[in-house]
């Protein structure tokens, strides 16, 4: 004769278990989701920010898109793509390869003719006054007659990929001077004052 209170047992504990094992089987867990921000998402004078915003399942990530005043827009976006364990080299093939495909998806907008790449420039930079480095490129496009400039940064920090787009560029000092309090924000390490 079975125990009734035993049995309720088992089945409380299966109710419970179940789920936690089919989030597990649909790759649910937190295998490197960068849902908790490794870099500080503060909001310097005259920017605005957006709420963090989910990527897809398979980039374990998010993106945050920031707008300046002056009609700069930059988003941020921190992923792993599952991986467990990301190095922090610029010039390993990781992080090469993350602003390779930056890059490839400038390249096929022109290729589906909605822009045209009038020049690209490659280097390493620090972002704003951290001491943080990353690759960066900066692409001269045409769109719908109007020459503008699109910026690409791309560097890892905690297991995590990191990589900003910006737009809206003029290519002045006025771009830096709105810029840069962001980009060291963005370059520095969070603390627990800046955790959103």
């Not at 004078?45 to 709420?51: D, F, I, L, Y």
């Not at 998010?62 to 707008?67: E, G």
């Not at 002045?172 to 060291?184: E, G, H, K, S, W």
Request: with cysteine; hydrophobic share 35%.
């Amino acid at each position: 004769m079975t125990n009734p209170f035993l049995s309720c047992l088992r089945w409380s504990v299966c109710l419970l278990v179940l789920p936690l094992f089919l989030a597990g089987m649909c790759g649910c867990r937190n295998k490197g989701t960068g849902t908790i921000p490794v870099v500080n998402l503060a909001e310097p004078a005259g920017w605005t920010k957006s709420s963090m915003e989910p990527l897809p399942p398979e980039d374990f990530g998010f993106s945050v898109a920031y707008q300046h005043e002056s009609g700069l827009t930059l988003t941020l976006y921190q992923y792993s793509r599952g991986k467990r364990s990301i190095p922090t080299s610029l010039q390993t093939l990781e992080i090469q390869a993350q602003m390779n495909y930056a890059k490839e998806a400038i390249r096929e907008m022109e290729h589906k003719g909605y822009l045209e790449i009038v020049s690209e420039q490659n280097s390493q930079v620090v972002l704003g006054e951290s001491s943080q480095q990353a690759l960066w490129s900066r692409f001269r496009l045409t769109m719908e007659g109007q020459s503008v400039l699109s910026d690409i940064y791309v560097w890892s920090k905690d297991n995590q990929f990191l990589k900003i787009r910006c737009s809206g560029l003029r290519g002045d000092d006025a771009d830096r001077l709105a810029l840069d309090p962001l980009l060291t924000s963005l370059g520095r390490p969070v603390t627990k004052n800046h955790v959103p």
